[in-house]
């Protein structure tokens, strides 16, 4: 047993309405057509989740010629996928299942608006990413899309077009978000955007919460798994507000409890697919190891 911690439960945090929604499809869908049924991706970037999901009969696949019976439903992830995916989907007869979050469906509009008034598209965002993979797949023109990560970027860019706009990931990190945009809006005063960023109120509200609550905390731990873009950028807000420490962990299994030793006051988030029993599970095992604890509910 260790000595005394004090711990700070910081909120909103945890699943937010797309997540929700989409977890919701699969299971009215396993519901109404039994299993197996398919889903394009993980369906959310959570481990627990995806496990417990392929334990109950979901296939999770990264291709439609993984389809092995065409005739069990196909559900795309959250995070959206492109428009040939889609066209791919309807020509193999499949039944399809959309569980992109509507927030990112804003975005996929954004994108088709501009490419109807002609102007090229900056992407701000992970290029690897899911949502960046679905998001620039609006496109039908994919020469018209830019995609970009840092202000270094915007350097580089090079646009001949005169019409130019942008899009944003939804889950980046809300400050260095707006200082591309601010790069961006110097090298192309004509920029168009149809809103300022496309960073949704969950990611916004959480990131707003752990900036506040690490002026108070030595050491923040998020709950949430290391393919979760949300996740990473709760850790990143907290380091850039100067804590000690800041670690992104999937459970408690994977906390050192020797490093937490070092540390008196300790924030705990989750991002926006981890399940409240992550952090229920997280705060047990800090009563078991300590002799004396104090626990702050912080709604920020
Ligand atoms: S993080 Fe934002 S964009 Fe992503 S699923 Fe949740 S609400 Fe939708």
């Known amino acids: 047993m260790f000595g005394e911690i004090e711990l700070f439960l910081c909120a909103p945090r945890g699943f937010c309405g797309g997540v929700i929604r989409a977890v919701k499809i ?5 519901q109404k057509f039994g299993s197996p049924i398919y889903v394009y991706h993980e369906i959310v970037h959570n481990k627990h989740i995806i496990k417990n999901f392929k334990e109950s009969g979901v296939v999770f696949i990264e291709d439609l010629s993984e389809v092995v019976d065409s005739s069990r439903p196909v559900i795309f992830s959250a995070h959206g996928v492109p428009l040939d995916l889609e066209a791919k989907a309807k020509q193999m007869n ?3 299942i959309d569980a992109t979050c509507p927030l990112v469906k804003k975005v996929h509009r954004k994108v088709c608006e501009l490419e109807s008034e002609a102007a090229d598209v900056i992407i701000i965002g992970k290029k690897s990413h899911q949502e960046i993979i679905g998001t620039t797949g609006q496109l039908k023109d994919l020469s018209k899309a830019h995609l970009i990560g840092s202000v270094a970027d915007v350097e580089k860019l090079s646009i001949a077009n005169q019409k130019v706009g942008y899009v ?4 980046l990190s ?3 978000t707006k200082e591309i945009i601010a790069a961006l809006q110097q090298k192309f005063p004509r920029l168009s955007s149809l ?7 969950a990611t916004t509200e959480r990131q707003r919460a752990v900036k506040t609550l690490s002026q108070e905390v030595e050491v923040m731990i998020i709950i949430g798994s290391k393919n979760s873009s949300n996740s990473n950028k709760l850790r990143e807000v907290a380091l850039g507000e100067g804590v000690a420490h800041a670690i992104l962990i999937d459970d408690v299994s994977e906390l050192n409890w020797q490093e937490m030793t070092t540390f008196s006051k300790i924030g705990i988030s989750s991002g926006a697919s981890a399940p409240e029993y992550l952090v229920e599970e997280l705060v047990s095992a800090f009563k078991k190891h300590y002799e004396k604890i104090k626990i702050t509910d912080v709604k920020l």
């Open 26 to 30: 699969v299971e009215e869908t396993l």
């Open 94 to 96: 499949l039944i399809a």
């Open 168 to 171: 944003t990931q939804t889950t």
């Open 174 to 176: 809300v400050d260095e």
């Open 195 to 201: 809103s300022k960023s496309d960073i949704c109120y």
